[in-house]
């Protein structure tokens, strides 16, 4: 019996997208202030690591 692995990359995408998603609202409740200045290195630092993880998923097969 084989056991499947999770797929990685999306596992990085999900938590990536929810860790957005506490931090947006997190501002719109206003207990953090944001702004673009500081969003915009938060979202390429999930892209980056949402695209690491699958070239390092692909990698591995």
Do not use: H, K, W
Not at 28 to 52: H, M, Q
């Amino acid at each position: 019996m084989q056991v499947s692995r999770p797929d990685i990359p999306s596992i990085v995408a999900g938590i990536a997208v929810l860790a957005l998603g506490a931090v947006l609202l997190l501002d719109e409740t206003g207990v953090l202030e944001l702004s673009f200045g500081l969003l915009a290195p938060v979202a390429c630092a999930a892209a980056g690591a949402i695209l690491l993880a699958n070239g390092l998923s692909r990698r591995s097969d």
